[in-house]
């Protein structure tokens, strides 16, 4: 996906986000694939989730944010790449800009593909486990058609169903 559609949709002399740019395949990140999740207190409150690959952060918006019940299928629609600069971003995007409202980092940490991460998203079914603050344990993204997959907790030690 590149990042041409994050840029064509934003103007950076208008919005604090970072313009960025693609980062090096391998990753930069000595201690391993990045994954965070932003609250983004939007025109409709969400929650961003991106996991780093091919040097850009893949991202979904989850409505109703992450679920830790494995019984709970939370919707999460694939917006477009986002810069691994992204990941740093806190602050408040002006109204009138897209995505205008404030961004929190919700959690951070790394993720830890099971198999091939590239053949997983292109058949669209990406394993992996968590290591983040707030999520751990073994989770799936199950796409569903074009833009809408589900996020799924698997059942393991780092599940709750409260
Ligand atoms: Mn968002």
């Given at each position: 996906m590149g990042l041409a559609?994050?840029?064509?949709?934003?103007?950076?002399?208008?919005?604090?986000?970072?313009?960025?740019?693609?980062?090096?395949?391998?990753?930069?990140?000595?201690?391993?694939?990045?994954?965070?999740?932003?609250?983004h207190d939007a025109s409709r409150l969400h929650y961003d989730f991106r996991l780093e690959l091919d040097g850009v952060l893949k991202s979904w918006a989850v409505p109703k944010g992450p679920s830790l019940d494995p019984a709970r299928k939370s919707l999460a629609v694939q917006v477009e790449d986002h810069p691994i600069e992204y990941g740093g971003f806190e602050g408040v995007i002006p109204q009138g800009q897209y995505g205008g409202g404030k961004v929190v980092v919700w959690d951070r940490g790394t993720w830890i593909p099971a198999g091939d991460p590239r053949e997983g998203y292109r058949k669209g079914h990406l394993k992996f486990r968590l290591e983040g603050v707030k999520l751990r344990g073994g989770w799936n993204l199950v796409r569903m058609d074009e833009k809408n997959w589900l996020l799924l907790k698997e059942k393991d030690d780092a599940a709750s169903t409260r």
């Open positions: 559609t994050y840029h064509k949709k934003r103007n950076f002399s208008q919005t604090p986000e970072p313009e960025g740019k693609v980062g090096p395949p391998g990753g930069g990140n000595e201690k391993g694939l990045l994954y965070l999740i932003q609250k």
